[in-house]
């Protein structure tokens, strides 16, 4: 499999950090919903302070700059009224990427993990060429390493270098993770999560709805390989877990029908619960080029 020129068999993101992921500097992420930010940027802030754009009036207090009265209000009406203004900010976000045993497998020489660490670092490269703030959070049934959001290229490197190191481990959890974070990130921003999603979808969906609740604005990055969605499997096949040590010799034909439609139902929960909260939901192969997938979902979103 290419990538656009990128050989999916050999994803080092540091290798990637400068031309491969400057392929997405052209697109821009923007966020659909009034983002809390740390400094002055393009996206609009719940918070009225005063710069950029006139909102409304409100009477003066005492301690109030006397620099912003309105002094026209103040001849006219012998009132004393103080101009706010809705200010632009930049955007926090956090790539949380999952780490568990789940995401190493591989049927076609590129594992979900190795797709996925590509998407968090194109994405952490994308964010911080408009000067948004990026942070990143690897976990398994536990947060492994918590990158707090900043701009500079220092971080960036920082955020590279980590995912690099980062390998799979055994157990997975990763609605209580989610959960976990949802307490943990104080200001409204955009959360972007890597992952197969493989977890009860039911536990997912109450994650998911806390970060709702904090009103995050949550992009869901889902990775699979072509294994997974088709089951091809037809001779005698010994079954090995990645996130314990069962080991189990069986027919695959005997399983096929149920683990189909197991996984479909799962599948039909996760968008049902995307859709209700108004999440993006993409869903990335990986047996398919990845920069083009991306392409298309962030293009799609800037027409939105």
């Not at 005492?62 to 002094?71: A, E, R, S, T, V």
């Not at 497998?105 to 060429?129: D, T």
């Not at 492994?144 to 490197?157: E, M, N, S």
């Not at 009860?200 to 970060?211: Q, T, W």
Request: proline share 3%; net charge positive.
């Amino acid at each position: 499999m290419r990538l656009g020129g990128i050989h999916a068999s050999n994803l080092s993101v540091r290798r990637l950090d400068v031309k491969k992921l400057a392929l997405f500097k052209r697109l821009e992420l923007a966020s659909h919903k009034v983002v809390e930010g740390l400094a002055t940027g393009r996206h609009k802030s719940p918070f009225k302070g005063f710069a950029i754009e006139f909102q409304e009036h409100r009477e003066y207090t005492p301690g109030d700059d006397l620099k912003h009265l309105d002094w026209k209000v103040l001849a006219k009406l012998d009132r004393h009224y103080i101009k706010q203004y809705e200010e632009d900010t930049s955007l926090s976000a956090y790539l949380v990427l999952d780490a568990s045993g789940s995401m190493g497998y591989s049927s076609n020489g590129v594992s979900k993990f190795e797709c996925g660490r590509f998407i968090a670092a194109a994405m952490s490269h994308l964010l911080m060429c408009q000067e948004d703030a990026v942070g990143l959070v690897t976990c398994t049934s536990r947060v492994l390493k918590f990158l707090p959001p900043r701009t500079t290229k220092t971080h960036l490197k920082t955020i590279i270098d980590t995912l690099e190191d980062t390998r799979p481990g055994e157990d997975t959890g990763l609605a209580g993770v989610l959960h976990a974070l949802a307490g943990r990130i104080k200001r409204r921003g955009m959360i972007m999560i890597v992952s197969d999603l493989f977890d009860d979808p039911a536990a997912i969906a109450r994650a998911l709805s806390h970060f709702a609740h904090k009103k995050h604005e949550v992009i869901l990055f889902q990775v699979l390989d072509p294994h997974e969605t088709t089951f091809p499997f037809k001779d005698m096949t010994r079954f090995e877990s990645l996130e314990g040590a069962e080991v189990e010799l069986t027919d695959p034909l005997r399983l096929r029908r149920e683990y189909l439609r197991q996984f479909d139902e799962h599948q039909r929960r996760i968008r049902k619960t995307c859709h209700r909260l108004h999440i993006d939901y993409v869903t990335f192969m990986t047996n398919e080029p990845v920069d083009r997938a991306m392409a298309r979902y962030l293009a799609g979103r800037m027409k939105r």
